[in-house]
């Protein structure tokens, strides 16, 4: 299966670019998102983790090179844990940069979503 990439951009001159690539593991749906996160580039992040987007409803996302997350993502990520919860699955946080895993620390989502080091830990589990 080939790679799908969803880019959505900032308003130019304001905010960054995000940037997400999905790929298929072992049956599991890699998610590599790049740049910052917020209402107006989130977009593409919430496609990629739709339940209907194929191998299916297991999910890891790597987020290593995130240097930004707002509500925006924590709300994206809730509403997909409970989709894929929903549809029998479930989604994994991978390789949290520092600003985003306090901003996740802070709202208490490491409390029902699996964070892990680093991506092999979490296609791993």
């Not at 790679?3 to 072992?26: C, I, K, N, Y």
């Not at 209402?39 to 290593?64: F, I, K, N, Y």
């Amino acid at each position: 299966m080939a790679d799908d990439e969803w880019t959505g951009t900032g308003r130019a001159g304001q905010l960054g670019q995000l940037s997400v690539v999905a790929a298929v593991d072992g049956g599991i749906r890699v998610v590599t998102v790049t740049g910052e996160v917020d209402q107006h580039t989130g977009e593409p992040l919430q496609q990629a983790l739709e339940v209907t987007t194929p191998p299916g409803p297991r999910v890891v996302v790597d987020m290593s090179e995130v240097s930004f997350m707002d509500s925006t993502g924590i709300n994206i990520f809730i509403t997909a844990h409970k989709a894929l919860a929903k549809a029998g699955g479930w989604l994994r946080l991978a390789a949290l940069a520092e600003p985003v895993q306090r901003t996740i620390r802070l709202v208490g989502l490491h409390t029902f979503i699996d964070s892990h080091e680093t991506l092999d830990q979490a296609l791993n589990r």
